[in-house]
């Protein structure tokens, strides 16, 4: 089984955003998922106090997708992709994957939920949830992340491998 195409998924997700939003009145987001588990956690912190209860759906679509992930790793074929062994920036190599590097993803996982939720919003958030609200601020900062990819691209990542 094939993961579906970049072009089939890419308008599948810019067309679903906006439907959600029109037919449901949700917003889809993962970050905010963070949000309501943070409100479950840290209740006390001014932060999370909102009323999470009507967001909840939110933390269940994000446990849903890290479930999906997981059956499909383990009944299917699909398994962890091949990644190629050599780029250009050195070695890449399937064993990132190993378990021991599973606390590393967590953490990460954890600081990059927070700053997402402290910029109101992820990049894919504001890429296409805000521009499906034709949001002038997530315009804006689409600009500027994509600005910020090539320059990490073109300018940073190569020089940080020269050295």
């Not at 599948?12 to 955003?17: D, E, H, M, Y």
């Not at 250009?88 to 064993?95: C, D, L, M, R, T």
């Not at 504001?126 to 034709?134: F, R, S």
């Not at 315009?139 to 500027?144: E, G, K, M, R």
Request: overall charge negative.
């Amino acid at each position: 089984m094939e993961p579906l195409a970049w072009y089939i998924a890419g308008p599948l997700i810019g067309i679903t955003v906006p439907l959600l939003l029109l037919l449901r009145g949700k917003q889809l987001g993962i970050s905010s998922g963070f949000r309501v588990l943070g409100a479950q956690i840290f209740s006390s912190w001014e932060y999370f106090k909102y009323d999470w209860k009507k967001d909840f759906w939110q933390l269940e679509f994000a446990l849903g997708l890290i479930i999906a992930a997981v059956l499909i790793l383990n009944f299917t074929e699909l398994g962890i992709p091949e990644i190629a062994t050599e780029s250009a920036y050195g070695v890449v190599s399937k064993e990132i994957y190993e378990l021991e590097n599973g606390i590393l993803f967590f953490a990460g996982a954890v600081l990059i939920g927070f700053g997402a939720r402290y910029a109101d919003g992820c990049t894919a958030g504001h890429c296409i949830m805000g521009n499906a609200q034709l949001a002038p601020s997530s315009a804006i900062s689409t600009v500027f992340f994509f600005v910020g990819g090539l320059i990490a691209t073109y300018l940073i990542v190569p020089n940080l491998f020269n050295s």
